[in-house]
């Protein structure tokens, strides 16, 4: 990515207010980014994100980045550091099957890509990440629907249930290029979904009243590993912990 088209989509973060109001935007814009990088149609990812992260906001059904699954267990945070700060104590504990960020990327499948936990939050590397991904699978299928099921799950009953959510996400959004365009109304909160597991949204370091969640996150067979990208040399505490902790 030429160094300008970084430092302008940094600058436009650093534009976007730090506010509950302001935290979706930043999915919308690395989605809106990695698309454009990878040609994966933003309507594709941003109906992934909302999949995995949305709940009711201010602007209606929105995507959240400090959204956490570990374990199967949901968590909103108010913000990164919060949310950082979970995953840093599960790590400690010893959990390494958690999800994070605007795509809700698997530390145990795909941890080994990032340079950090830290790494995998940031929004613009967890969507680049996640497109990557959602291009390999498309590019066994020809079919954006299929690939999504195969986004979360291998195992067919799983994929088919997370691909008619996802497509109704898709239906809405078919056709829009960018955040402005982006269904954070309440048309989309609207729509008849199905049963879903509840998320636990935590605020200031408390865990609150429990609220519906998108869905949980690459829920992965043992036997099921998928294909991966390319990734980055490790640096943090996170990354060391991680490769000390599969024997690397």
Not at 160 to 170: E, G, H, K
């Amino acid at each position: 990515m030429p160094w300008f088209r970084r430092a302008l989509y940094v600058l436009c973060l650093t534009l976007v207010p730090l506010s509950a109001a302001g935290q979706p935007q930043l999915c919308e814009a690395a989605a809106k980014q990695a698309s454009r990088e990878s040609g994966v149609p933003y309507a594709v990812l941003m109906a992934i994100s909302l999949n995995e992260t949305g709940r009711k906001g201010a602007g209606g059904f929105e995507p959240w980045p400090w959204t956490v699954n570990m374990e199967g267990a949901g968590h909103w945070f108010d913000n990164r550091d919060l949310a950082l700060a979970y995953v840093f104590k599960e790590f400690k504990r010893g959990a390494r099957s958690f999800d994070v960020g605007c795509f809700q990327i698997n530390f145990k499948w795909h941890g080994q890509h990032f340079s950090s936990i830290e790494d995998m939050f940031d929004p613009l590397e967890n969507a680049r990440y996640a497109a990557q991904f959602l291009k390999s699978l498309y590019a066994e299928s020809g079919d954006w629907k299929t690939a999504a099921g195969a986004y979360h799950s291998r195992t067919l009953e799983h994929a088919n249930s997370y691909s008619t959510r996802f497509a109704r996400f898709y239906a809405k959004l078919e056709g829009r290029s960018g955040p402005k365009d982006v269904m954070t109304t309440s048309a989309a909160a609207a729509s008849p979904l199905p049963d879903i597991p509840d998320i636990v949204l935590a605020q200031s370091g408390s865990q609150a009243q429990r609220r519906e969640n998108g869905y949980p996150l690459l829920l992965r067979s043992k036997d099921a590993e998928p294909p991966r990208p390319g990734g980055a040399p490790g640096a943090s505490l996170f990354a060391r912990a991680g490769r000390k902790a599969r024997g690397m």
